[in-house]
């Protein structure tokens, strides 16, 4: 089983629609949790860290499940710029290390 | 005022050839990474050095070797490259360990 598991979608949604989706960690020990977003042949850059209580920036809100081991990621008012993958990453401060969901790829139209 | 920079952009090489991939970090972060990124866009640690010592070494062929001089570089050297070894590579660096990353331009490695 992956570390973190995403939809890879894609989400095709027009302007100015809300756009939610997940991912699943399987360490419950992780302690830390990010939303990155790539854009094509870009390198990837942070969206916003995810507490615990959830919190949320302008029109991303992020949420954080322990219990059921997810966090997601919404989006309300779509622009055409935040067409991108978005890539969940958690980290578990046993090791340091950050690992990394595949991405979901989301697509805004006009 | 680039905050993780690396050399070079774009790298095409034959078969058997060795190169090196620099990287730079100009954010005063004490902790450096080099991670693979391959077709299907998985994005996979390599090794991570924490004031130049090394902390993380994940199942990487030995032909890959990463050196850090100081804690603002992390440079990483390949010998006998692979076809395999084709892939996207970031540098990224962070304040600690744990903390998020910032990550360079990538450099586009591709082996004929």
């Known amino acids: 089983r992956k570390e973190v598991e995403q939809d890879p979608g894609p989400f095709n949604v027009p302007e100015g629609a809300t756009v939610a989706f997940n991912c699943t960690y399987s360490n419950s020990a992780s302690q830390s949790f990010f939303w990155y977003r790539q854009d094509c042949r870009k390198e990837p850059k942070l969206l916003m860290s995810v507490y615990s209580s959830g919190n949320e920036d302008g029109r991303f809100t992020a949420q954080l499940n322990r219990a059921s081991q997810y966090i997601s990621l919404l989006i309300r008012d779509s622009k055409l710029s935040d067409s991108a993958t978005y890539l969940c990453v958690v980290n578990t401060l046993t090791d340091y290390k950050l690992s990394f969901g595949a991405g979901t790829t989301v697509t805004v139209r006009a | 005022d680039t905050a993780v920079s690396q050399t070079p952009k774009y790298l095409v090489t034959q078969m058997g050839n060795d190169k090196s991939i620099k990287c730079e970090q100009n954010l005063g972060h004490d902790t450096m990474y080099w991670y693979k990124q391959d077709s299907k866009k998985f994005l996979k640690i390599m090794f991570s050095y924490n004031n130049k010592e090394l902390i993380i070494n994940e199942t990487v062929p030995n032909r890959f070797s990463p050196k850090s001089p100081d804690k603002a570089h992390l440079n990483l050297h390949i010998n006998s490259l692979e076809l395999g070894d084709s892939a996207v590579y970031f540098c990224?660096?962070?304040?600690?360990?744990?903390?998020?990353?910032?990550f360079g331009p990538g450099t586009r490695l591709t082996v004929l």
């Open positions: 990224a660096s962070s304040r600690r360990q744990g903390n998020e990353q910032f």
